[in-house]
C-alpha cells in the first residue's frame, strides 16, 4: 500500500482532477459528489433536489474502465461519496454544451430536447439530459427508454414531450457514433490511474479481496460501502456521521459473474442493473422485479450484496433469493461459511455477519424443474419502495399435485419471511383453483404486518392473498 497517496484521482470533464483528504481538509471522503459540484461555484447544472436519490435533479454521469472499454452509467450525485470517483471520469452537464463569447453550442441531446419543448423549469431538465446523455452513450433501444427515465421527475412538461425527445435521440444516434465513446486519451488516463489506491486514516478502498479481508480482520469497526444507496442516507437524511468506512465498490472479483451447468455465481459487488440484464430471459420473476427496483440511476450503483446486507423488511431481492434457494457465501481473512437467506437475515436490519466478515459470493441453482412467479406492489410503479413483495416457487408432480411449495414475502414483518403455514397447507394437494383459493386464507396466520404509510396491516394482508390467487391464475 502507498501511504504517500491519500489522494482521489479522476477525470472530470475530460481533464485529470486531484482531491487530497486528510483530516485538515475542507472536504471529507463522506463529501458527496453534488455537495463537492455545488462548492466550486461554476457547476450549477447539477440541483439539489430530494438529496435521496429519489428525483434525478443531481444526475451526472460516470464513465467506468471495463473490460477495456470505458462504459457510461448515469448516477445520482447527492448520495455519491467522492472516493467512488476515483479512477472513474466524472462528467456534468457543462461538459455536453460549450460557450464562446456569449455564444452557446449545446449537444444534440440538448437541442432534441429544446425542439420538443421538453424543459420547462429548468431545474430538473440537467439531469434529463445527463440521463438520455448516458442513455444515447449506451446503444439503448426504444424500449429502454421509459427505465431509462425513471429516475428523473419532472412535474410541470409531463413527459411526453421527453419521451418525444428520446425516441429522436434514438433515430439520430443510429447514424451518428457516440462521440466520446473510443476517446483514448481518456482511455490511457482512466487506466494509468484505475488500480491506484486511496485511503486516509478514516477511509479504506482496498483493490483486492484478500486486501480488504485483512483490513476487516484488523479493524473490524469499519464499516462495509458497496454502493452506498443505503448508507449514504444516513448522511444525507439523518446528518449522521458513519464512521470509519471500508469502500469496497473498487473489488474487481466482487463483480465477477460466471454462469456454470447448474448455478449461477455472483460476485456481491455486482450492481442491480447489470444483473437484471443478465438474468431477465432466464428468470421472469427477477425481470419482474429488477424492472422496477429504484431507478437507473439507483440500480446502476446499488448491489447484490448491498442488498442483502441491508437486512430491510422490504429489501426487494431478497424474497426472491430465498426462493431460489440462493446460498450466500461469507468470508473473513481466515474462513468462508455458506448461508441461506433465512439463516443470515436475523432480525430487522440485522444479520448473522460477525464483525470481520463480508458476503462475497451468491450462487443460484439453476433448476428448471420449478415454476418461479413474484410481483412487487407499490405506491408508484417506478422508483418506490414495496408495500408487499410477493415470490413464489412450485415444484409439481406428474399427477398435477403441489410436490414442493416456497412462498416469500417482503413487507409483511420485520424480515423477509416465509409463509410457512400456508406452505404446509398447499403441499400435496392438487394445482386448482380452490387450493389456492383456501390458502389464501391462510396468510393472515402467517403474517401480522405493521400499519404504515405505505399500507395497512388489512391491505397488505388482502394484498398478500390476492397475489397467491393471482399466480394461480396466471399460472393455471
Ligand atoms: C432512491 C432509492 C431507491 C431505492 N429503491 C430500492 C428498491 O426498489 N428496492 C430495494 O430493495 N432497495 C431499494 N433501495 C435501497 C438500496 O438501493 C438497495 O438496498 C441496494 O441494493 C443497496 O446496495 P448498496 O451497494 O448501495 O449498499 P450500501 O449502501 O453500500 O450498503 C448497505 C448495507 O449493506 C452492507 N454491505 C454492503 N455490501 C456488503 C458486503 N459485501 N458484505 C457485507 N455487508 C455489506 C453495508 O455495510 C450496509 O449495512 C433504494 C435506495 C434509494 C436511495
Ligand atoms: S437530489 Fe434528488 S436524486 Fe439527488
Ligand atoms: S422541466 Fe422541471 S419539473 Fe418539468
Same mark, same amino acid.
Not at 2 to 18: A, S, V
Not at 158 to 170: L, Q, R, T
Not at 209 to 226: G, H, N, T
Given at each position: ?361 451468491? #450462487? !443460484?441453482?439453476? +433448476? ?10 407499490? /405506491?408508484? &410503479?417506478? %422508483?418506490?419502495? =414495496? ?54 386464507? #391462510? !396468510?393472515?396466520? +402467517? ?10 396491516? /388489512?391491505? &397488505?394482508? %388482502?394484498?398478500? =392473498? ?11
Amino acid at each position: 500500500m502507498n501511504k504517500d497517496q491519500p489522494h482521489i484521482r479522476f477525470l472530470f470533464n475530460g481533464k485529470l482532477q486531484e482531491l487530497f483528504i486528510d483530516d485538515e481538509s475542507s472536504i471529507s471522503s463522506q463529501t458527496t459528489v453534488l455537495e463537492w459540484l455545488r462548492s466550486l461555484g461554476s457547476y450549477y447544472g447539477v440541483k439539489e433536489g430530494c438529496a435521496e436519490g429519489d428525483c434525478g435533479a443531481c444526475t451526472v454521469v460516470l464513465g467506468e474502465l471495463i473490460k477495456g472499454k470505458i462504459q457510461y452509467k448515469a448516477v445520482t450525485s447527492c448520495i455519491l461519496f467522492l472516493p467512488y470517483l476515483h479512477g472513474k471520469h466524472l462528467i456534468t452537464v457543462e461538459y455536453l454544451s460549450s460557450v464562446d463569447k456569449g455564444e452557446y453550442t449545446l449537444h444534440p441531446i440538448q437541442e432534441i430536447l429544446a425542439k420538443h419543448n421538453a424543459s420547462q423549469c429548468g431545474y430538473c431538465t440537467p439531469g434529463i439530459v445527463m440521463s438520455l446523455f448516458s442513455f444515447y452513450q449506451n446503444d439503448k433501444q426504444k424500449e429502454d427508454i421509459n427505465t431509462s427515465l425513471s429516475g428523473n421527475l419532472c412535474r410541470c412538461t409531463g413527459y411526453e414531450s421527453i419521451k418525444n425527445a428520446a425516441h429522436e435521440i434514438v433515430d439520430w444516434s443510429e447514424e451518428n457514433e457516440p462521440e466520446y465513446k473510443f476517446d483514448k486519451d481518456h482511455l490511457a488516463v482512466l487506466k494509468q490511474i484505475k488500480g491506484d489506491h486511496f485511503f486516509t486514516t478514516h477511509y479504506y478502498q482496498p483493490q483486492s479481496l484478500k486486501e480488504a479481508l485483512k483490513i476487516k480482520s484488523e479493524k473490524p469497526d469499519f464499516v462495509i460501502v458497496a454502493g452506498a444507496t443505503d448508507m449514504a442516507l444516513l448522511k444525507t437524511k439523518k446528518q449522521k456521521n458513519i464512521g470509519d468506512i471500508l469502500d469496497i465498490s473498487h473489488i474487481e472479483e466482487l463483480k465477477k459473474v460466471e454462469k456454470r451447468k447448474t448455478y449461477w455465481e455472483f460476485g456481491s459487488g455486482v450492481n442491480v442493473e447489470d444483473l437484471r440484464l443478465l438474468i431477465r430471459n432466464e428468470w421472469p420473476d427477477f425481470k419482474a422485479v429488477l424492472d422496477v427496483f429504484g431507478s437507473n440511476q439507483i440500480r446502476s450503483v446499488a448491489t447484490l450484496g448491498g442488498n442483502i446486507g441491508s437486512a430491510s423488511p422490504i429489501g426487494d431481492l431478497l424474497p426472491l433469493l430465498m426462493v431460489h434457494q440462493a446460498q450466500i457465501i461469507i468470508q473473513s481473512s481466515h474462513q468462508t461459511r455458506v448461508e441461506s437467506i433465512e439463516s443470515l437475515i436475523q432480525d430487522y436490519r440485522k444479520t448473522s455477519l460477525l464483525a470481520e466478515e463480508m458476503i462475497t459470493k451468491i #450462487i !443460484i441453482p439453476i +433448476d428448471k424443474g420449478w415454476i418461479y412467479w413474484s410481483e412487487k406492489v407499490s /405506491k408508484r &410503479r417506478q %422508483l418506490d419502495i =414495496s408495500s408487499v413483495l410477493a415470490s413464489f416457487a412450485f415444484r409439481l408432480t406428474k399427477d398435477r399435485k403441489i410436490g414442493a411449495v416456497v412462498l416469500a414475502y417482503g413487507g409483511m414483518a420485520a424480515i423477509p419471511k416465509r409463509a410457512s403455514k400456508t406452505e404446509a397447507f398447499l403441499l400435496g394437494k392438487p394445482f386448482v383453483e380452490e387450493s389456492f383459493l383456501e390458502a389464501a386464507e #391462510i !396468510i393472515n396466520h +402467517d403474517y401480522k404486518p405493521l400499519s404504515d404509510v405505505r399500507s395497512s396491516q /388489512k391491505a &397488505r394482508i %388482502l394484498l398478500a =392473498s390476492n397475489l397467491l390467487k393471482k399466480f394461480y391464475y396466471q399460472n393455471q
